[in-house]
């Protein structure tokens, strides 16, 4: 069965350091996508990045990076100097390729608040 | 290109009435799926759609629940006799195929007093 867990209910921080939200998933299949959205105060979702489970390369986009990890089935996501405008809950999800892409997973996320 | 719409953002009504929510997705997405919010935690599952044909609808919450997409664009979520358990965030996500990314609209928020 598919499982996502993110320990971390809540961190804060202050402005401009460096924070690592975990994440580590469970899968029986091969083939999977791993994600991450952020959802601000308002409510919407918002799509930060998608992963195949045979890339394993880390990827960096601006401030924010993911670290990809199959032997510890971890999918960590690490925001550098951070900024109040971070403030938000973030989630990181799991789709199963093998039956059809399967809906998404969900951890139940992790409130970052970022102090000025 | 716009991205997903859902209507109404916030709907506030009594313990025993209907509700409908409406969900248009980006044009040109294949896939439509609903999921549910509830404080605390993440977006959980109900059903989704390929084109007009809904292909699974077992997770949703109660026969109380029920979903269609009859053109296979826009989708409504409709409740029946609602209850205060049924107050959440209620978040429609579409994407191009079942490999891509889905993205989510604002979602609509109930109240079931």
């Known amino acids: 069965a598919q499982k996502v867990t993110q320990a971390q209910t809540e961190i804060s921080v202050v402005e401009k350091e460096d924070v690592t939200l975990d994440c580590v998933y469970e899968?029986?299949?091969?083939?999977?996508?791993l994600f991450w959205y952020k959802q601000p105060p308002s409510g919407e979702l918002v799509f930060l990045i998608r992963?195949?489970?045979?890339?394993?390369q880390n990827e960096i986009s601006g401030r924010y990076s993911w670290n990809f990890q199959k032997s510890t089935s971890s999918f960590n996501f690490t925001i550098t100097a951070s900024q109040v405008v971070d403030s938000a809950v973030y989630f990181c999800?799991?789709?199963?390729?093998?039956?059809?892409?399967?809906?998404?997973?969900f951890g139940k996320g992790t409130r970052l608040s970022v102090i000025a | 290109d716009t991205g997903v719409s859902q209507d109404p953002r916030h709907k506030i009504t009594k313990r025993g009435q209907n509700v409908t929510f409406r969900c248009d997705p980006i044009?040109?997405?294949?896939?439509l799926y609903w999921y549910r919010q509830t404080l605390g935690q993440g977006p959980e599952f109900l059903t989704y759609f390929q084109n007009e044909a809904q292909l699974e609808k077992s997770r949703l919450l109660s026969d109380r629940f029920s979903a269609e997409r009859p053109k296979g664009s826009f989708s409504t979520l409709e409740i029946q006799r609602t209850e205060q358990g049924d107050s959440a965030m209620y978040l429609c996500a579409s994407s191009l195929s079942p490999q891509e990314t889905q993205y989510f609209g604002p979602g609509t928020r109930l109240l079931v007093l």
């Open positions: 992963r195949n489970s045979f890339d394993e």
């Open positions: 999800a799991l789709s199963e390729a093998g039956s059809g892409n399967t809906p998404l997973v």
């Open positions: 044009s040109e997405h294949n896939r």
């Open positions: 899968t029986r299949d091969t083939t999977y996508y």
